[in-house]
C-alpha cells in the first residue's frame, strides 16, 4: 500500500504539469489570434481635456461611440482602428455648459453629428508601444491626427476567456484646425484626448459589452 501511495504521488506533479500546460497552451493560441475586436463599451471611455482659463484641465467625455480595431500581435503594424462618436453625448457634467456645446457656439450637432477617427499607419516604437495615425473628422473638416498608444493587455479575457486587448491612447488637437474658435481668452486652443479602451473578439464580445 505504501509502495503504491509513493509511487501515485510521484505521478501527481506529472499531472499537474500537463494541466497547467493545457491551461498555458490554450492562453497562448487566444493571444495570437489575429481578429476584429469591437469595443467593449461597458468599459471603454473617450475622454478630453479643455485649457481653462489657464486655471485648470476641464475634462470631458463623449458617452455614446463604437469602434474597432483589426490587430494580428504578429504584424501590429497593420493594425487598424475606426471609431464613430455621437457629437450630442458630449459631456462636461454641467447642463448648461452641455446644452452649449451641442449648438451654434461649439459642435453644431445638428449639422455635424458624427465625429470619425480612421487609422492610416501604425509605428511600433517599443515592445508595447506605438504611435497610431489616422484622419480625425470633427465639424466636418477632416485632419490627420497622430495617438501615442499602449497596448496594456493581449490575451483572454480573464471572465469571457475570449480573446481580447486593452490599451490607452493619447493625443493633442488644435482646436482652431476644425473650426472651434469661440472665446480664445478664456478657453485654450490644444486640446488633450484619452482614450481607454476594452475591446474584444468581435464575433464572440457578449451583449452586456456592446451596451453602456
Request: glycine share 8%; charged share 25%.
Amino acid at each position: 500500500m505504501r509502495r503504491k501511495q509513493r509511487r501515485h504521488a510521484r505521478r501527481a506533479p506529472r499531472w499537474l504539469a500537463a494541466g497547467f500546460g493545457l491551461i498555458i497552451g490554450y492562453a497562448e493560441i487566444v493571444a495570437v489570434r489575429a481578429e476584429t475586436y469591437a469595443f467593449d463599451k461597458a468599459h471603454s471611455r473617450i475622454i478630453f481635456f479643455v485649457p481653462h482659463e489657464g486655471l485648470s484641465q476641464f475634462l470631458g467625455q463623449f458617452h455614446t461611440f463604437d469602434g474597432e480595431i483589426e490587430f494580428d500581435p504578429a504584424k501590429p503594424e497593420a493594425g487598424r482602428v475606426t471609431v464613430t462618436i455621437d457629437a450630442a453625448s458630449v459631456d462636461m457634467d454641467h447642463q448648461e455648459l452641455n446644452e452649449r456645446l451641442r449648438g451654434k457656439d461649439f459642435f453644431r450637432v445638428n449639422e455635424f453629428p458624427t465625429l470619425t477617427f480612421n487609422s492610416t499607419s501604425v509605428v511600433r516604437t517599443g515592445e508595447k508601444t506605438g504611435k497610431l495615425t489616422g484622419n480625425l473628422t470633427l465639424m466636418g473638416i477632416t485632419k490627420p491626427v497622430t495617438l501615442d498608444v499602449t497596448l496594456n493587455y493581449s490575451g483572454p479575457h480573464p471572465f469571457y476567456k475570449i480573446p481580447t486587448l486593452g490599451l490607452s491612447a493619447t493625443g493633442l488637437i488644435d482646436r482652431k484646425d476644425f473650426g472651434l474658435t469661440y472665446r480664445p481668452e478664456f478657453i485654450g486652443d490644444d486640446i488633450t484626448i484619452r482614450l481607454e479602451i476594452e475591446a474584444m473578439e468581435k464575433s464572440k464580445i457578449p451583449a452586456a459589452a456592446l451596451r453602456k
